[in-house]
């Protein structure tokens, strides 16, 4: 029981070191795949730009419609 400390420090670098070299192999992998196929089918801003802008869109619109609804429920029943 004299050198536990030793041991479990060894133990636990061993371990951080094999994480470590897990983790910079696959990154390496990840930039030699980009590096052969350079287009990846990111999307583009202006895809996002018009998702946002029709999302944006329908939730006001679905917004307003709400609003006219509960200002002329009253009103609206009598139909």
Do not use: F
């Amino acid at each position: 029981m004299k050198h536990t400390a030793a041991r479990t420090r060894r133990a636990v670098w061993a371990r951080a070191n094999g994480a470590v070299l897990r983790v910079t192999t696959r990154v390496q992998e990840g930039l030699e795949e980009a590096a052969r196929r350079p287009d990846r089918g990111d999307i583009s801003t202006t895809t996002v730009i018009i998702w946002v802008a029709a999302v944006t869109g329908a939730v006001l619109i679905a917004g307003t419609i709400a609003v006219v609804i509960a200002k002329y429920n009253g009103k609206l029943s009598g139909l």
